[in-house]
């Protein structure tokens, strides 16, 4: 079976690219950067034209507001291109030529109304710029017969670190952890390899529709932290909550630069999702939510060990050099 994998230089296209391949799909990567067969802009009519005929299209390709790329102005045309005109191009070009097309949705998608638990059946719709580009890039997908649809909550993994750099910054230094809002609501994540081996199950059974994809065990932001704290064997940390609301303020005056609409919202409200559909499926995830936020602690504790060791390794050789000049 012949498998597209666009944005394959992503974070979760890298790993969509590892496990197709190690199930002996024939896999062929595409992305504006990196090392992928074929190089382009999504956006662009032409070169998604151009692109040759699969069995299986997986679309990873999204820009987020993590993207290293990303605006300060000019945000929503940015979206636009980028998520909803890429998706429609590839829509365009693989509904001419059949193939199973598999995209990669947020669960932001879903009316935040602050229920206990979103499944695929919640009413939905963008809640911010990011989420709305890809609910308008859903409707593109709508029209594809058979395709399907993941529904991701906060994709966790080495190299995806998101709050987390700065709880384990200020946990190791200051001993101190400092976060918006009460902090005591469950808030869902998914490991990246979990993801990518839903999307792979999703392609080996040919199923179409929606499926969500979170990991078992959702915890609080007070739950990440304590589960950082004993990752990183911290003895004592004290938590300080500061209040939303001028939180929210800042954010609403900045256009939701500074913090975006949907991340106030997950700040504020529960974001857990039903998984009955894709279990169904056979997929089962191997990460639980602790599991998860210790990994990520982890890695962030040990990039920061090895930062530090490359910095004076590197004055140590300084300091030789300029003392065998003199």
Known sequence: MRVLITGASGFLGRECVRQFSSRAYEVKTTDKTGRVDFHGDLSDPAFVSSLP????VVNCAAVQYVSKDLPFFFRRSYFERNNVLAARNLCERYQRAPAHFIHVGTSMMYRQTGQEKYDVMSPMGGEGIYSSSKMAAQAFVKAMPGAATIVPCIIGGEGREGLFRGFVKMMTKLGIVVFPGRGEHKIHM??????????????????SGFFNAAAPEPLSIRQWI?????????RRTRKISIPLFPVKCLAWLSGYR???????????LPHVLSIDESLALGWRPEFVNARIARDIAAHINRSAALHISGDVEQKRSDRDKHGHNA
């Open 53 to 56: 005929d699969f069995d299986v």
């Open 190 to 207: 998914v490991h990246v390899a979990d993801v990518a081996s839903l999307i792979c199950r999703v392609a080996e059974v040919r199923a």
């Open 226 to 234: 304590d589960e950082i704290k004993d990752e990183l064997g911290i």
């Open 258 to 268: 500074l913090l975006a609409r949907e991340q106030v919202l997950m700040l504020e």
